[in-house]
């Protein structure tokens, strides 16, 4: 069964770095792509970007370019999102989710990760 | 790259056929068929539920269509139930080798 768990919620000041997870199984890891996925508090999805864990491709939304760092750990199956300087706008949902090679789009999600980030 | 544009709500009657419109450009929709559908309960994942313009996954309900035409894409759920009510997004490929949603639509069961 293909399953992607991801770690929970984070509650964080501003200008403080964060780093979240989304572990993968039921599959094999290196020949997906992980994407990321945001949702603000009463707004709609927006997407991120993805990273092929095969060899760390990489494709970031422009929105989100500079922003934040994907990146992964083949031995543990993990994708990871990070953070170095968290704002308020950064307060979200964060979805993970697995996207076949070839085929853009995501056929399974974590149950995401809420961030809040707040003085 | 812009949000696709959905309308903000959609509503029907159980029984009924309602239909959701997605519009891109000819950056997204109007040249790749690759525009997906998902489902979105408040406080779930969301479920993919159309791929590639118009395949349903395996064990998603006939009752959920997918079409395009130019740069819109337009999602159809027919024989409308309680269940549906949620939210529901478009997404596609774009020439800058990225993904993009749409805005939204909130579908109510009258």
């Known amino acids: 069964e293909v399953q992607l768990v991801q770690s929970g919620a984070e509650v964080k000041k501003p200008g403080e770095s964060l780093k979240i997870s989304c572990k993968s199984s039921?599959?094999?890891?290196?020949?997906?792509?992980i994407g990321w996925v945001r949702q603000v508090p009463g707004k709609g999805l927006e997407w991120m970007g993805i990273i092929y864990p095969g060899d760390s491709d990489t494709r970031y939304s422009p929105s989100f370019q500079g922003q934040v760092t994907f990146s992964t750990e083949k031995s543990i199956n993990t994708a990871y999102l990070q953070w170095s300087s968290l704002k308020a706008s950064d307060t979200a949902i964060y979805y993970c989710?697995?996207?076949?090679?070839?085929?853009?789009?995501?056929?399974?999600w974590g149950q995401g990760t809420p961030v809040s980030v707040s003085s | 790259q812009s949000a696709l544009t959905q309308p903000a709500s959609v509503s029907g009657s159980p029984g009924q056929s309602i239909t959701i419109s997605c519009t891109g450009s000819?950056?997204?929709?109007?040249?790749?068929?690759?525009v997906s559908w998902y489902q979105h309960h408040p406080g779930k994942a969301p479920k993919l539920i159309i791929s590639?313009?118009?395949n349903r996954p395996s064990g998603v309900s006939n009752r959920f269509s997918g079409s395009k035409s130019g740069s819109t894409a337009s999602l159809t759920i027919s024989g409308l139930q309680a269940e549906d009510e949620a939210d529901y997004y478009c997404s596609s490929f774009t020439s800058s080798s990225t993904g993009v949603f749409g805005t939204g639509t909130k579908v109510t069961v009258l």
């Open positions: 000819r950056s997204d929709i109007g040249t790749y068929n690759y």
């Open positions: 039921g599959y094999s890891f290196s020949t997906y792509w």
């Open positions: 590639e313009v118009s």
């Open positions: 989710a697995r996207q076949l090679n070839g085929v853009p789009n995501f056929d399974y």
